[in-house]
């Protein structure tokens, strides 16, 4: 390494790192003597950087016993608006990962290694829908009394705040009729938001957040990287439907992303009006910031698969 740095960063994490000024600069200046001090205090040796994600530092640690475990360590903005080990804790490996150590002044996880990524099993699309539903549903938890959680009113408010001002910003990028629908389905979901309806839920739970627990016959999956909401539980099924665009085209996207919905409700119980809109949400919200980052195609298939879901 020319720098003469013993842990190689990937370079969307020192991308990330640097654009988060001052403080994400010296997080990665220190972050080797970071590691050395959570080698110590965890009794393990960490390896070199896991590819994938830009938030955090992680790679595999072995201890003395030749176990192998997950470290990770976030740059100081990635945990702006999350509660990741919170949620892990009081999960206490119900749904989620197993968090082992926890060094919050670092900002560092020891969490246990689990499989592969639910986005890379080759089975059916439609398979992998059933395996996040039975996962979610495991893993919702009560929303703690003392909750610091951003509530589901907060989080559609957010939301509208970000459409509204972003398709502006990118020169009106799609048609103003996918905005004001997106604006009037936060509003909605502000409105009937309800404390005792809220559940302690992921917040992102697309099908690269979930991971295989190799000791279960058959397997099963485990989420990972919470967000921590106190929100409906309609709300991370519609960000796991956000994605789901393949086929939702032409005259028959309406009635095809409702079978979509229907399928969910049928999985969960949660009601299907409820996963419609947040899936509305936050495909709308998902294709403009993929536009405000440069992902122009991406972005812009999101837009026009919002824009078909309005034909009926």
Known sequence: MSDGSRFSVPDP?????????????????????????????????????????SASFCAEAVDSDGETFIVKVGTPGSAIGRHEADVLQRADGKGYVQLLRH???RQAMLLEKLGERLDLVDIPYQQKIDIVCATLTDAWMPVPLDSTYVTGAEKANSLATFILQTWEKLGQPCNADAIETAARYCQERAHLYRPEGAVLAHGDPHIGNLLADPRTDPIRFRLVDPDGLAVEPAYDLGVLLRGWNEG????????????????????????????????????????????????????????????????I
């Open 13 to 53: 994490v020192k991308r990330r790192a640097i654009a988060e000024g001052p403080a994400g600069q010296d997080w990665l200046a220190r972050l080797d003597s970071t590691l050395e001090a959570l080698e110590a205090n965890w009794q393990v040796e960490i390896g070199q950087a896991l590819p994938g994600g």
């Open 103 to 105: 060094d919050p002044g």
């Open 248 to 311: 939702l085209e032409g005259k028959n996207a309406h009635n095809i992303g409702r079978s979509r919905v229907r399928l969910l409700t049928q999985r969960t119980q949660v009601p299907a009006e409820a996963i419609w809109q947040w899936a509305y949400i936050e495909r709308v919200s998902t294709g403009l910031l993929l536009l405000d980052l440069s992902e122009t195609e991406l972005g812009k298939n999101y837009l026009r698969t919002a824009e078909a879901l309005l034909v």
